[in-house]
């Protein structure tokens, strides 16, 4: 009889009879046991693939999920986080006016800080890289891309500012006491507090549509 094993490594291994068939009908027996013997192993193969697949696709959402549900909080905390800011920003901007007015301020008055909790995207990145991404639906991938992309968008927005916001204290660094600042470094400040005060603006309208695709993920994927 012929024999036939399939392996779990996406290998099929057929053994030919001891003995050449004798007549037709033998030969179309061996023929179709062959036939019906590598049938069976690529499907149960295929089964076992799928099986694998279902499996990866399962635990990626299950990760994505928990990941979005983080980054859901990192929203909530950011939001906070960025009314705070402008508020310094604003408190920043009327000592520099009572400064340039002529009113003596103090030095520890002028606060510069800037907090922001990056949204994480470790479990996109796994589901691409083990190829979880690949047994997705077209819909499921474009819904993950589309949270992601902005995201990453708003992240960037906001490292550009955690970058350029420290920048308008170079000039009391240098001058080490306000009183000793000059009105064109006064007006500087003022000009440079001003343009981050605007985009930390516009970053808050980066963040709206952010919140709408979480809450959409948390009930649909």
Known sequence: MMRVAASRRQH????PVHHAPR???DFFVHLVTITIGLFIALTLQAAVESLHHRHLVREARENLRREIQ???EHYAENVQTLEKNRRQLAHNIDLLRDLRSGKPIEKSGLVWNWDWDGFIDASWKTARETGAVSYMSFDLINAY???YSQQDYVNAQALVIFDEEPKSAA??????DP?????GDIQSMLISLAESDIKVAILQNLMKPLDEKYTKAMKNL
């Open 23 to 25: 007549t037709w009908r």
């Open 70 to 72: 983080i980054n859901r």
């Open 171 to 176: 000039f009391l660094q240098i001058a080490k």
């Open 179 to 183: 009183s000793a600042l000059s009105p």
């Open 12 to 15: 099929v291994d057929v053994h």
């Open 145 to 147: 891309d589309d949270i």
